[in-house]
Nanobody
Framework: QLQLVESGGGLVQPGGSLTLSCAAS????????MAWYRQAPGKQRELVAE???????RYTPAMKDRCTASRDNLKNTMYLQMSSLKPEDTAVYYC??????????????WGQGTQVTDSL
């Protein structure tokens, strides 16, 4: 089992930057595919970035040129560096960990979320 705790959210002006962290406690962090999701008020939760066990990344098109996901397996931590933030980036950002195994659905864990607000 994995427990996830996000941090680093806050209030930022348009055009600003933030780095979010997701600290994991538990075993075998490096075996998990990690992802950042976000949910804005009144909207569905959406994928922002995913980083696999091989550190291969994919991003949602809206954030592709403005964020970088990374992971430090020695620290059991994943990061999301965001820049050129826009008001529409305002959302609660969630960390997700998935452990994929053959012939069974993946184990999936979520953090409690961290609020990012982009506003003047």
């Amino acid at each position: 089992q994995l427990q996830l705790v996000e941090s680093g959210g806050g209030l930022v002006q348009p055009g600003g930057s933030l780095t979010l962290s997701c600290a994991a406690s538990g075993r075998a962090f490096d075996a998990y595919t990690m992802a950042w999701y976000r949910q804005a008020p009144g909207k569905q939760r959406e994928l922002v970035a995913e980083i696999t066990t091989a550190s291969t990344n994919r991003y949602t098109p809206a954030m592709k040129d403005r964020c970088t996901a990374s992971r430090d397996n020695l620290k059991n931590t994943m990061y999301l560096q965001m820049s050129s933030l826009k008001p529409e980036d305002t959302a609660v950002y969630y960390c997700c960990a998935r452990l994929f195994r053959s012939r069974t659905p993946p184990d999936e864990y979520w953090g409690q979320g961290t609020q990012v607000t982009d506003s003047l």
